[in-house]
Nanobody, 124 residues
Framework: QVQLVESGGGLVQAGGSLRLSCAAS????????MGWFRQAPGKEREFVAA????????YYEDSVKGRFTISRDNAKNTVYLQMNSLKPEDTAVYYC?????????????????WGQGTQVTVSS
């Protein structure tokens, strides 16, 4: 079993930055593909970013390209989401997810483990 714990959410003004962290339990973290998803009120959960086991492959949802960066530190069992130039439409609960295979994928159904989420609120 893998447990994921997100942190780093909060309230920020438009144009500001936040860095989300996701700490994973378990010794096999380095083999996992990891992803970030978000869910805004009244909307379905959507893909934000994904990274493969080594960090060599990364994918982003179009609206966050150039503003968000996903990275990982396998020695610390942690994946990050650096969010810059935040916009009010980025407001959502952000979820970290892990999949037992090493590739980076965008489909939420491919992920095996999920964190509880962290709230990000961007004020205009």
């Amino acid at each position: 079993q893998v447990q994921l714990v997100e942190s780093g959410g909060g309230l920020v003004q438009a144009g500001g930055s936040l860095r989300l962290s996701c700490a994973a339990s378990g010794r096999t973290f380095s083999r996992f593909g990891m992803g970030w998803f978000r869910q805004a009120p009244g909307k379905e959960r959507e893909f934000v970013a994904a990274i493969n086991w080594s960090g060599g492959n990364r994918y982003y949802e179009d609206s966050v390209k150039g503003r968000f960066t996903i990275s990982r530190d396998n020695a610390k069992n942690t994946v990050y989401l650096q969010m810059n130039s935040l916009k009010p439409e980025d407001t959502a609960v952000y979820y970290c997810a892990a999949k037992q295979t090493s590739m980076a994928v965008t489909a939420s159904t491919r992920y095996d483990y999920w964190g509880q989420g962290t709230q990000v609120t961007v004020s205009s």
